[in-house]
T-cell receptor, first 114, second 116 residues
Framework: GNSVTQMEGPVTLSEEAFLTINCTYT??????LFWYVQYPGEGLQLLLK?????DKGSNKGFEATYRKETTSFHLEKGSVQVSDSAVYFC?????????????FGKGITLSVRP | EAGVAQSPRYKIIEKRQSVAFWCNPI?????LYWYQQILGQGPKLLIQ????????DSQLPKDRFSAERLKGVDSTLKIQPAKLEDSAVYLC??????????????FGPGTRLTVL
């Protein structure tokens, strides 16, 4: 079955540091890949997505590239801010017709200190 | 544009009691999802509706959980009777229902359930 594996957390960084959060996946077909973010007290929000191999998703300074050869979708940001403190979830959707359920990783908590 | 609405935001009940959650999706979204998020884990799909029909309920514990979306708009999720292990955040999401990998799910704020 489908699965998503995220690196163990939590992660604590200083402001302006470089961020990498690793994500690898297992899927039977050709999934779409997503990063969702959950800020304190809020619901899940889509951060970025990529729908095919070699696509790069980007938003708010975050980037992730769909690497089919390594089955990875690592999240990066060149300079984190305190406001980036949140829980980050990697997810995939292996569409089969109308069934578009998301399979999530466990999530990782990022704390950015001033 | 209004987002996905859920109520209540918090609920505390005793085990063996019943509880119901309500979700109103984004207007025009054909697909509605209920997820269960246990502390420290990612959300897990419980049930997916396309309009008012069920697409996937393979991970719904049907002996105690039920869900409906009678008019293809808002939805309710019920637990009866609740167990301690049902303590979690219940998330509702909706999407346009596009095929072919272009659909995006939008999530509500969730309902945090505590079963004592």
């Amino acid at each position: 079955g489908n699965s998503v594996t995220q690196m163990e957390g939590p992660v604590t960084l200083s402001e302006e540091a470089f961020l990498t959060i690793n994500c690898t996946y297992t899927a039977t077909g050709y999934p779409s890949l997503f990063w969702y973010v959950q800020y304190p007290g809020e619901g899940l929000q889509l951060l970025l997505k990529a729908t095919k191999a070699d696509d790069k998703g980007s938003n708010k300074g975050f980037e992730a590239t769909y690497r089919k050869e390594t089955t990875s979708f690592h999240l990066e940001k060149g300079s984190v801010q305190v406001s980036d403190s949140a829980v980050y979830f990697c997810a995939l959707s292996d569409y089969t017709g109308a069934n578009s359920k998301l399979t999530f990783g466990k999530g990782i908590t990022l704390s950015v200190r001033p | 544009e209004a987002g996905v609405a859920q109520s209540p935001r918090y609920k505390i009940i005793e085990k063996r009691q019943s509880v119901a959650f309500w979700c109103n999706p984004i207007s025009g979204h054909a697909t509605l999802y209920w997820y269960q998020q246990i502390l420290g884990q990612g959300p897990k799909l419980l049930i997916q509706f396309q309009n008012n029909g069920v697409v996937d309920d393979s991970q719904l514990p049907k002996d105690r959980f039920s869900a409906e979306r009678l008019k293809g708009v808002d939805s309710t999720l019920k637990i009866q009777p609740a167990k301690l292990e049902d303590s979690a955040v219940y998330l509702c999401a909706s999407s346009l229902g596009l095929w072919g990998g272009t659909d995006t799910q939008y999530f509500g704020p969730g309902t945090r359930l505590t079963v004592l």
